[in-house]
T-cell receptor, first 112, second 112 residues
Framework: QQQVKQSPQSLIVQKGGISIINCAYE??????FPWYQQFPGKGPALLIA?????SEKKEGRFTISFNKSAKQFSLHIMDSQPGDSATYFC???????????FGAGTRLFVKA | DAGITQSPRHKVTETGTPVTLRCHQT?????MYWYRQDPGHGLRLIHY???????DKGEVSDGYSVSRSKTEDFLLTLESATSSQTSVYFC???????????FGPGTRLTVT
């Protein structure tokens, strides 16, 4: 019930392409879904986040799509760039809680 | 890295020795967390703190203890290090429990 399942484990995309990373959860009490980006040798940093009252949130080239009935959410990176090459983690936590549950991560490589 | 420092940044130690990792923040955030990051497992919560002297266990707390005597410092202790505790350890902070976390730069620990 506490897991967040993330796929794929790794992803190679051509420059200018669309990168898509998917996550699924079980606990319907989750109500905050952040995505973190991590570059090698650095700590993760918040990229974008969504709450389940909306189905989509866009910030620049990054979009979260959220499907509450399916308990799934995904990150889309439009016009992917080599600088986007990093590890991406989806996560979930519930209102009033303070334990973030992370997915296993996706290593994205964008080929120039 | 949002006013968070971790020390040491790298450490090599022998099996059976005690090790203490330090996390220091200048943001005056209430919540502090210790995670370990291992390939294929994402970020797993070891312990967290919701105030001075208020701590609780995460999902992988066996073999670890923590202390928080001041708002700004959160210590993680490995009482008797084992090779399975070789990992990268991240500290994180949050001002509200159910919102984004800010991560430190990490400590790479090798137990030989």
């Amino acid at each position: 019930q506490q897991q967040v399942k993330q796929s794929p484990q790794s992803l190679i995309v051509q420059k200018g392409g669309i990168s898509i990373i998917n996550c699924a959860y079980e606990n319907t009490a989750f109500d905050y879904f952040p995505w973190y980006q991590q570059f090698p040798g650095k700590g993760p940093a918040l990229l974008i986040a969504i709450r389940p009252d909306v189905s989509e949130k866009k910030e620049g080239r990054f979009t979260i799509s959220f499907n509450k009935s399916a308990k799934q959410f995904s990150l889309h990176i439009m016009d992917s760039q080599p600088g986007d090459s990093a590890t991406y983690f989806c996560a979930a936590l519930r209102a009033g809680g303070f334990k973030t549950i992370f997915g296993a991560g996706t290593r994205l490589f964008v080929k120039a | 890295d949002a006013g968070i420092t971790q020390s040491p940044r790298h450490k090599v130690t022998e099996t059976g020795t005690p090790v203490t990792l330090r996390c220091h923040q200048t943001e005056n955030h209430r919540y502090m967390y210790w995670y370990r990051q291992d390939p294929g497992h994402g970020l797993r919560l070891i312990h967290y703190s919701y105030g001075v002297k208020d701590t609780d266990k995460g999902e992988v707390s066996d073999g670890y203890s923590v202390s928080r005597s001041k708002t700004e410092d959160f210590l993680l202790t490995l009482e008797s290090a084992t090779s399975s505790q070789t990992s990268v350890y991240f500290c994180a902070i949050s001002d509200k429990g159910d919102s984004e976390q800010y991560f430190g730069p990490g400590t790479r620990l090798t137990v030989t």
